[in-house]
């Protein structure tokens, strides 16, 4: 996946189709932990795969566990509670379900085996509190140093000298900053309960109590049925006497409740015509986070389900203002503050100070992202309240900053349909770091564009045309890729033409028949391929006898009419860059940035002959030059849509301009039109 620096999404206007989730991060990673102590090998199927399950996978490698991939299925072979690597250092990213379980783990093991190993992240997972786990581990008789800040990443844990581990006392953690502590704890001490049973007694009232059953549920999977407190279920924890982990053989990753939140408020605010259905978690699910549906149609959607999938539409519009203890759907209740923009007061959402040691302090990002759209907000240690914006005219257009927070990209994406609530004009939304979204859902911005309904004349277009060599294809491509646009190469289409031109042996000079063959043209892209009925035809694109053919056949008007609906479909979600001969003077005339390139014909020369030469072609500058200046001549004086800049075309002189150049002259000037 390409690096962009930021994703312009325009007014969204409706919503519906099927969405299949990628699988949980909170239960991907515990899997894979699991997997990796236990003993024999594990079928993980249906595995997430993002940036927080990678650094996870390259832990249990260093560790010395067995990874093998048979399709989508991957086999884990674990070390059975016995370190085949005693010293190891760790990068774990900004993954907080492998930072503060492998922290425990490996804790326990260095202990009882003697090992050393040093724990570091990105800058923000050294910012995010670990030391109520260090002192839960301490008690044990763990050694443990910071190798930063007191209470925070990175760690070293272990000496590589065997240590003494008292289980004789419960082990207390607190359980009011982060349910991750108790977690660690719950995967880590089955592996020293070869004396004893082992209680871990939480301090305070436990907050995401809903990720507890979830590690509780996989531990069991494993082997390890954990006793509970018949009074209080959520004080105390005793794992018993000679707890092992066992493969269960074959497990599968449910797809993330979390993730789910954000299609169904998309099917809340805008499956007006017809429903968004989910796939992959359903109401039976194991997540606690499912329990955002009662909140969605506390608010006013309709939602069905059953084992596997669920199913919203709209229900009540404007959506109900509701005031909700979220302790129980501390991730997904970030949607319910952006869904709260589209109610009819003010919502409160409360018990949420987990949120302020998340990726980021995500009451106080939350709360400054919301008053960018025009909302008022009001936030608290705990809590935060969301009054959507006054009246439409209110509504403003956000720059929308992600913090590295992969929730606070997705959640915010919802703010584009704002047309539903009336925005007077409708508003585009920019997301910057739009990619921070890989830590759990690395398509989710192609999910969301795959089930949202715009209208076209929202969806922006830049042009890019010029002669013949003048570098429009590749400066296309290259805005394409920084904006996160669709690509239209119409030369491409021409050329595409010309090899079918050449397989049904017509006569180029006969335009009906080749105006039929272009309207039956099967071609698609996937990637920086093409493919023609089916067949890569990449390279055979790129022919100098394929461009000579397709200058040909481009002068038919019938030709250039037949694939004019061609091009006008590529006009999708999010944007498009558009580049040929006449893409900004009559394929999109209306197109909000047209750029004419004007590098003289003798400095195209030299970059096609430098081209060709590197390609191993041989080529000759006097007969490029020649060949220019026919081509030239051609297209700028046929019938029908002659090589000319629109009449309010930028005009960019690309002949003394590096690549780099080029796209910042077109970005800078695509910002100010969008200002």
Known sequence: MYAIPFLDIPPLRSAAGRVRLPGSKSISNRVLLLAGLAAGTTAVHDLLASDDTRVMLAALEALGCGLRRDGPVL???GIGGQLAAKKAKLFLGNAGTAMRPLTAALAVLAALQGGEFELSGVPR???????????????????????????????????????????????RVRGDVSSQFLTALLLALPLATSERAITIAVDGELISKPYIEITLNLLARFGIDVERDAADPYASFTLPRGSQYRSPGDIHVEADASSASYFVALGALAGTDAPVRIEGVGLDSI????RFVDAARAMGAQVDGGAGWLEVRRGTWPLK????DCNHIPDAAMTLAVMALYADGTTRLTNIASWRVKETDRIAAMAAELRKMGATVV???????VTPPASPSHWLSGTIRTYDDHRMAMC????????LAGAKPARAVRILDPQCVAKTFPDYFEALFGLARVDVADVPVITIDGPTASGKGTLASEVARRLGYELLDSGALYRATALAVQQAGADPADAAAVAALAAQLDLRFEADRAFLAGQDVTESLRLEETGNLASKVSVHPAVRQALHGLQLAFRRLPGLVADGRDMGTVVFPAAPLKVFLTASVEQRAARRHSQLISRGIPANIDSLLADLRMRDERDQNRAVAPLKPAEDAVLLDNSGMSIDEGVEFVLEAWDKRRM
């Open 75 to 77: 086999h884990v072979t």
């Open 125 to 171: 997972m050294h910012e995010r509190p670990i030391g109520d786990l260090v002192d839960a581990l301490r008690q044990l008789g763990c050694p443990i140093q910071y190798l930063g800040n007191a209470g925070y990443p990175p760690l070293r844990v272990g000496n590589g000298r065997l240590a003494n581990v008292s289980t004789r006392e419960a082990v």
């Open 287 to 290: 997540q606690g986070d499912i």
């Open 321 to 324: 203002a509701i005031s909700l």
């Open 379 to 385: 936030e608290g240690a705990d809590f935060i309240e």
């Open 412 to 419: 915010l994406s919802l703010a584009a349909f704002n047309p």
